[in-house]
């Protein structure tokens, strides 16, 4: 981002402290009877400071109590399991990840947002204007898989802190060597080495890896640009298979050209390693946008590009990271439908982008203004075009396929305790084990 740009962004971020609430947020304040109580759970997440800020703001200019829980990601879906399946809960609104999704449904633990469209107690504002990806990977169940779109899908949560993958890359580094950004894997991997040789303190590519699900988070990158997935149109298990050699063989090369490896890295050591300026590359969430551009935090704000994510077989680029649903055990249903709707309207969503919120519309990430401000929308904007919501199946089988089966095997298999061979082929019997043994699947089939 240039320095014109970081003034800009100041200068909209000053006003918009001092800004009125928008015409909706208004009248849903002044309708709000001032003894009711809302609550909300947030993950611990930088992002998702900016959601914190605006409820806080509402609850000082309303009057309205709001109470925030901040609580770290990995620790929210054991907490809303038991809050959720209470008789009334404590929350009004939640953030998910999207892999959760179908458990939750198939608990009956969400309200169903199409009935409240078609019995008038929500309204989502043009609803097209999502990013169609965006809104089948964080709300979408019952329809083709059980968990993406179709004939019998309905909608349970909206995408707010939802993402996909992207490349990011230190300019003044590549202007400084020649290099040019990746186009492909065979591109990337030629960069790891020369970026060892040339820049020896800087890390070639900062990369998830520790055990569970952050490296199979960090495999399913590279498993999907070559092609892979983790079960076939009928349901066959395909993770022992070219692309998942592959993917591994990726892995492998970032760890050893990595000082002191990737094997304990989770998804907050990425982020602070490439903002810090110790990371040359980085290739994972979108939501870096917000940790680089932040002119206190990021010492490399003003020596960031962005590319797509580099193609393998085919471009692909991962869905996930959060969506916000009303439990269906809310003590105020009416209002959290109601503060949904404005939470992921229009209006606020360009509000939220101009202090550096991550955009989940189309409209948004096209807006010419805000592409003067932040011209790494325009990747984004490309990217989604490949964004895969089948990235990973939402089954509710996923947690223990995710953390327990690949999470250790793709992590011995790194740390050369196993062969790659051996590690999928392990993971594939045991996956078809979980799968055999699901109630569930067996009457999906």
Not at 288 to 314: C, E, M, Q, R, W
Not at 372 to 380: G, Q, S, T
Request: charged share 20%; proline share 5%; net charge positive.
């Amino acid at each position: 981002m240039t320095q014109n740009n970081r003034r800009q962004l100041l200068r909209f971020a000053q006003a918009l402290a001092c800004a009125p609430l928008i015409t909706s947020l208004a009248a849903f304040a002044d309708a709000t009877p001032k003894k009711t109580v809302i609550r909300v759970m947030l993950p611990a997440i930088p992002y998702f400071e900016i959601i914190k800020h605006f409820l806080i703001k509402l609850s000082v200019k309303s009057g309205i109590s709001i109470e925030i829980d901040v609580l770290p990601y990995l620790e929210m879906r054991n907490i809303q399991l038991i809050e959720l399946q209470k008789n009334q809960g404590k929350y009004d609104l939640i953030f998910i990840l999207t892999s959760w999704k179908t458990e939750y449904v198939a608990l009956s633990l969400l309200s169903n947002l199409d009935v409240a469209q078609k019995n008038g107690r929500l309204k989502i504002d043009a609803i097209s204007d999502f990013v169609p990806a965006y809104l089948t990977v964080a709300g979408k169940v019952g329809g083709e898989r059980g968990y993406l779109d179709g004939p019998q899908a309905n909608l349970y949560a909206l995408p707010l802190g939802t993402d996909t993958s992207i490349f990011g890359y230190r300019s003044d580094i590549f202007q400084k060597h020649n290099w040019k950004a990746p186009l492909n894997y065979d591109e990337l991997l030629a960069l790891l080495p020369l970026i060892r040789q040339h820049e020896p303190e800087l890390i070639p590519l900062s990369s998830r890896g520790a055990r569970g699900h952050q490296i199979t988070h960090a495999w399913l990158l590279h498993f999907n640009a070559y092609g892979g997935a983790v079960f076939d149109k009928n349901w066959q298990v395909t993770v022992n298979s070219p692309a998942g050699i592959k993917a591994i063989d990726v892995l492998k090369a970032i760890h050893i050209t990595t000082k002191g490896g990737i094997l304990k890295n989770n998804y907050a050591d990425v982020g602070n390693a490439f903002i810090t300026g110790n990371a040359a590359m980085y290739l994972d969430s979108s939501f870096i946008f917000n940790i680089a551009n932040d002119t206190v935090k990021s010492v490399v704000h003003d020596k960031v590009s962005y590319a797509l994510h580099p193609k393998g077989t085919i471009h692909s680029s991962e869905t996930g990271g959060f969506a916000i649903a009303v439990p269906k055990n809310s003590p105020s249903i009416d209002k959290s439908l109601e503060l949904l709707s404005i939470l992921t309207n229009r209006a606020q969503e360009k509000i939220f982008a101009r202090i550096g919120g991550i955009p989940v519309r189309s409209s948004t990430l096209r807006d010419p203004e805000l592409q003067k401000i932040f011209p790494e929308y325009a990747v984004l904007a490309k990217q989604i075009e490949y964004a895969n919501p089948n990235w990973r199946p939402a089954i509710p089988e996923w947690s223990i396929i995710n953390e327990e089966i690949l999470g250790s095997l793709l992590h011995d298999a790194v740390a050369g305790k196993i062969t790659a061979t051996q590690a999928l082929e392990q993971a594939q019997e045991k996956i078809l084990l979980v799968m055999q043994a699901s109630g569930r699947f067996k009457k999906r089939v």
